[in-house]
């Protein structure tokens, strides 16, 4: 999977929309000067029928890689589902994945994992640029609530006509299908939310709506 560094909707390395999140970045540069430390970019590329849109990057995941979901817990279920689907290879400089793009509600590690509304509302823009952006595009995975509002809005649907839930389809205006899941994080996995059968199942569903 080709990182697509320069890829429409990027946010620029020293982006400061959000002051916390800069900040906090500051911090991890001062902590782990060897790691990314911005704001990740979206991994894949412009031809993908397949995006899948996280919530944020995880502090020692794709924070220190520099690649969405690549180096923790979540990435390892997220891409071994894949494999097993067929779509997403291992190699030894990470997961090959072709046809699908990556990418994130939020692009920068909020502390606690947790980003705010107005720095949800602030990334808003680099997700919508990303996914239009995406000529071949038929379905968006949304992985958890916060990464279904972003997409809706990215593509111009209404947030209470489409209700987030696991596993549950929606075909918005543009044509898209947005397939939600709850976010393959290690809470959720750990405390039962979520299943390795349940997150299959959800992205198995894509697969309908390829052709």
Not at 80 to 100: K, R, V
Not at 116 to 124: D, G, L, P, Q, V
Not at 196 to 203: I, R, S, V
Request: aromatic content about 6%; proline content about 9%; charged content about 20%.
């Amino acid at each position: 999977m080709t990182d697509e560094t320069l890829h429409p909707g990027t946010p620029p390395k020293d982006c400061a929309l959000c002051p916390r999140l800069a900040a906090y970045r500051a911090e991890q540069v001062a902590r782990h000067p060897g790691w990314w430390n911005a704001p990740v970019p979206p991994l894949g590329d412009a031809s993908a029928w397949l995006a899948i849109v996280g919530l944020a990057p995880g502090l020692k995941g794709a924070n220190r890689t520099g690649k969405p979901f690549h180096g923790d817990e979540a990435g390892k279920m997220l891409f071994g589902t894949l494999a097993e689907m067929g779509l997403a290879t291992e190699t030894p400089d990470g997961w090959d994945a072709p046809g699908l793009f990556i990418t994130n509600a939020v692009a920068c590690a909020p502390p606690g994992n947790l980003p705010e509304t107005a720095e949800k509302h602030n990334c808003r823009s680099y997700l919508a640029e990303q996914l239009a952006a995406l000529p071949a595009l038929k379905v968006v995975v949304a992985l958890g609530e916060t990464a279904h509002q972003a997409a809706i809005k990215a593509v111009g649907g209404k947030l209470p006509k489409y209700r987030f839930g696991h596993g549950v389809a929606h075909k918005l205006p543009s044509g898209v299908v947005l397939v939600d899941s709850y976010h393959c994080s290690r809470l959720n996995t750990n405390t039962g939310l979520l299943t390795p059968d349940m997150f299959k199942a959800a992205l198995e569903s894509t697969l309908t709506y390829r052709a």
